[in-house]
């Protein structure tokens, strides 16, 4: 495991605008060979805009200390997994647990502004404590829910991520009186709502998206932006909102309704998916791309399909991360060698699947 960080790293620091920043890799299993073996004791020894590198363990990864306020994400550092779904040996997963004094959560304190989170599976709520703004979660998923707990944000983004809490509250972004502006949602898969407690100084823009939830998909929200979107199981909702070639399996009219307005949508109709059936949730067996002659094909607002594979942010089921290569496997070609000597080591990488 520690050629596989190494050369990992080799990597990343090859790619632009990283050079300044100091690549730290972290590993809970204790044969990883890491230069860390607690999320804790890495995120301690970093300062703003060094990277992370978690192996992917499927063993919680966490920064609680037992004491309140050292428990908050307070720092801007980039979080490198490995996807929620990689096609690799031993595809484990880099997985973070809460890291809360008094609740089950995942906080993000002031500090965190500027935070990049790339192939992280998040099995415990992830919640703002303070105004954060800036913040990336791509190729995520997000086993309970994602809250800006009634505080102020601005410029989060994402992207290519799984929203997995089954018809509940997958992302809350209003609350009395907060203000969430210029937030992005693209190529994510929701198995429940969005809720925006009718908040009206909060907005986003919803692009290339799939919900596959039953309750009422867009809950309160309000004053945003939705396009390229396929909404499988339940009608859409949402006010004051701009609807742009979507495509709803329901026959019910969203686009005008509730001071909304909208062009290109198309209702009642499937888009055919290559192997999905109308009232399931998200599962990894599934295949989401478009079959031949699919009503979404070139049909979305950039001229490409609506829904999840379409746009240009290259989502893939396997969910891996996109800015670094894959180390598929690793075989060790002796079972021995002498102290100081030579171990041979076949270790194939692989760009990451983009499709």
Not at 315 to 331: D, H, K
Request: hydrophobic share 35%; proline share 3%.
């Amino acid at each position: 495991m520690k050629n596989l960080f190494i050369l990992a790293a080799i990597f990343f620091l090859s790619l632009p605008n990283t050079t300044q920043a100091t690549v730290r890799t972290v590993s809970n299993d204790g044969s990883g060979g890491s230069q860390y073996s607690t999320l804790l004791a890495a995120y301690n020894a970093s300062v703003n805009g060094d990277t992370l590198m978690l192996e992917g363990t499927n063993v919680p990864y966490h920064i609680y200390t037992g004491v309140y306020l050292a428990n908050f994400w307070n720092k801007s550092l980039t979080v490198i997994g490995i996807g929620f779904n990689p096609d690799k040996d031993l595809a484990r997963k880099s997985i973070i647990n809460h890291n809360a004094y008094y609740g089950e959560a995942f906080y993000f304190g002031a500090g965190a502004s500027g935070s990049r989170f790339y192939g992280i599976e998040f099995i415990t709520q992830v919640n703002m404590n303070a105004t954060v703004n800036n913040v990336l979660f791509e190729d995520c998923k997000f086993n309970t829910n994602f809250t800006f707990a009634g505080n102020n944000a601005s410029g989060f983004a994402f992207v290519n991520c799984i929203f997995d809490h089954d018809n509940s509250v997958n992302l809350q972004i209003g609350s009395t009186g907060n203000a969430v502006t210029n937030l992005t949602v693209m190529n994510c898969v929701f198995d429940g709502h969005i809720q925006g407690n009718s908040n009206i100084y909060s907005s986003m823009t919803i692009d290339h998206c799939l919900f596959l939830g039953g309750a009422t998909l867009l809950t309160g929200v309000m004053n945003s932006l939705i396009k390229n979107c396929v909404f499988m199981n339940s009608v859409p909702g949402a006010t004051n909102s701009n609807w742009l070639n979507n495509m709803s399996v329901n026959p019910t009219q969203f686009d005008n309704q509730n001071g909304c307005t909208g062009s290109g949508n198309i209702l009642g109709t499937n888009p055919n998916m290559v192997n999905y059936t109308l009232g399931n949730y998200y599962s990894k067996l599934h295949d989401y791309h478009l079959q031949p002659g699919s009503p979404a094909i070139a049909m979305a607002t950039d001229g490409t399909d609506i829904g999840i594979h379409g746009g240009f942010s290259k989502f893939s089921e396997r969910g891996e991360v996109l800015i670094t290569p894959i180390i598929r496997s690793i075989n060790i070609n002796q079972t021995n060698a002498a102290p100081g000597g030579t171990i041979n080591v076949n270790i194939h990488a692989a760009k990451p699947n983009d499709q």
